[in-house]
């Protein structure tokens, strides 16, 4: 068959203000004027995409601690490393955050800033010569921390801040575990056997590290049991913490307890499938928000935490 252009005289049309339009000048943003405060910025931002969705966590993190709900954060040793302990201190001690959940990596990054005020070495440089991981005090005083901790009856969590706050660490203050200890708010450390430098030192005691991290587990599930209109953060963790914390609704729901309605967020530079499936979608099917944060932890994790503090002001 053979075409020819098509005739359009018969085309309908429609004034565009009868339309429904996504975007208008009333969302748009408003130019930062030099001296203007940081509330001022907040209401400068856009009312599109992610700046709606800060708005909205910082709203239900608010929301929640107002009703006497947890907010929980789970999250990865990259927030430590890259300067986030203050802020994640300030909001332990403002009683923002109520539980704390990390990977194994994170006891490490926090020991080493109240021990020595620095952490993270260069891989690439020392893994040549066999010294990547080998630090002593990093080895020796951690595993004893925990080993004792487990033997004492603690999980790993509470035995590494009661540990850090017995210390004379010069910088110990800076410590979120002790933070927590101090605070008395649930923390759990969830650790992948191997995949930490303190297992590569003659003192890690695998039956204290597994004991402790099943005792950390079953905390955490006690905490996810509770979180009923609450908010969950998973902050730059991947696998590990995602992975815990469906297995830990899945405990707490199967026990019989109601954890519906709450808001579950993931913050980090990339999004990942088990985030994604594992803390936004799945946990929150019928009746509960997500939200997917996307951006480099040293931005958006202070700015969530300024706005959250703004808006309980």
């Known amino acids: 068959m053979k075409y020819c252009q098509i005739d359009l005289k018969g085309l309908k049309t429609y004034s565009a203000k009868e339309r ?26 856009p009312g599109f995409l992610a700046a709606n969705d800060l708005r909205a966590v910082a709203s239900a993190v608010v929301k929640a601690r107002q009703k006497g709900r947890p907010v929980v954060l789970g999250m990865g040793a990259h927030p430590i490393k890259v300067g986030l302990s203050p802020i994640l201190i300030d909001m332990i001690n403002k009683d923002i955050i109520t539980a704390l959940a990390c990977n194994g990596a994170c006891i490490i990054h926090d020991f080493e800033m109240a021990f020595m005020g620095q952490t993270s070495e260069d891989v ?25 901790g487990v033997a004492s009856g603690a999980g790993i969590g509470a035995a590494i801040g009661r540990f850090i706050d017995s210390s004379d660490f010069e910088y110990r203050q800076k410590s979120i575990f002790r933070t927590g200890f101090l605070k008395d ?120 935490c300024a706005m959250i503090i703004e808006e309980s002001a």
């Open 20 to 45: 429904q339009s996504k975007a208008s000048i009333a969302s748009a943003a408003d130019p930062y004027s030099k001296g203007a405060n940081f509330s001022d910025f907040i209401k400068s931002l």
């Open 124 to 148: 690439a440089a020392e893994l040549g010569n066999g010294s990547f991981g080998m630090a002593k005090e990093t080895g020796q005083g951690l595993n004893r921390a925990i080993n004792d």
């Open 185 to 304: 708010i649930p923390m759990s450390v969830h650790v992948a056997v191997g995949s930490d430098i303190i297992h590569m030192h003659k003192e890690a005691d695998g039956a204290a590290i597994g004991e402790g991290s099943l005792r950390d587990f079953r905390l955490f599930a006690s905490v996810v049991a509770d979180l009923h209109e609450g908010v969950y953060i998973n902050l730059g963790s991947a696998v590990v913490m995602p992975e815990v914390f469906l297995k830990a609704l899945s405990v707490a729901r199967n026990l019989g307890n109601k954890v519906d309605d709450f808001t579950t967020v993931n913050m980090d530079f990339i999004q990942h499938y088990r985030p994604r499936e594992n803390v936004l979608k799945r946990p929150t099917q019928g009746n509960g928000r997500s939200y997917a944060i996307t951006g480099h932890h040293e931005i958006m994790f202070p700015l969530l």
